[in-house]
């Protein structure tokens, strides 16, 4: 059977991508919005002490939606049409963002020193860097699903690095669960670590050349 794609395919993609995102993000606010309709009254200092282990859970998921929304998007400004194994690894995609609410209220019931709590939170965030990574393969697989003028720019190597870094990271936040939710911000250390690996890999030829020609 033919392949029957219009050019509002890609469009329809994206758009209920976001809209999803939209949705997840918008539930994290919902367990916020408890605390002040239970009947009681509180302070609004009472409020930020008693219930700060649900202000954190909220601060770290939204940053982190909002974090995986911009690599999508980054991804798909590169993309002019989509494979079927592609739609697929978005969806996977979006089961597990749509999944951090979950997560989240996890983390505020049962805190961020909890090593269960950590290992499905981290887990869930490694699944969804390995679909975006997945996806940016396919891409970079079929170079005609990106845009002629952007073709090249797609690398795969800053996703997979992520993803060993949240590999280290769950194991760090089940040996020493103390530090909680804070191990993530080794993420920050994915940057560096691609761009020294590419310096490594486009600088070895030259340090061949130069050894051979010094002997």
């Known amino acids: 059977m033919p392949r029957i794609r219009t050019d509002r395919g890609l469009d329809r993609l994206v758009n209920f991508t976001d809209a999803s995102v939209a949705i997840a993000i918008t539930l994290l606010v919902l367990p916020l919005i408890d605390l002040v309709t239970d009947g009681e009254e509180h302070s ?20 982190v939606i909002a974090n995986f929304w911009v690599g999508h998007h980054r991804v798909f400004e590169h993309l002019r049409d989509y494979s079927n194994a592609m739609l697929w690894a978005n969806f996977l995609w979006l089961a597990s963002i749509v999944f951090i609410p979950f997560t989240t209220q996890l983390l505020a019931d049962q805190g961020t020193d909890e090593p269960a709590v950590n290992a499905l939170y981290i887990s869930v965030m490694i699944v969804t860097t390995g679909s975006l990574a997945l996806v940016e393969w396919l891409a970079v697989r079929d170079p005609d699903l990106q845009h002629p003028e952007v073709r090249g ?63």
């Open 153 to 215: 720019e797609l690398e795969v190597k800053g996703a997979l690095v992520a993803v060993l870094l949240l590999l280290v990271i769950l194991v760090l936040a089940v040996v020493a669960p103390g530090v909680g939710m804070f191990w993530l911000f080794l993420l920050f250390l994915a940057g560096p670590l691609t761009r020294w690996a590419e310096r490594r890999r486009t600088g070895r030829p030259r340090e061949q050349g130069g050894d051979g020609e010094a002997s």
């Open 44 to 63: 609004v200092a009472s409020l930020l002490a008693d219930e700060r282990g649900t202000f954190l859970a909220f601060a770290i998921s939204f940053v």
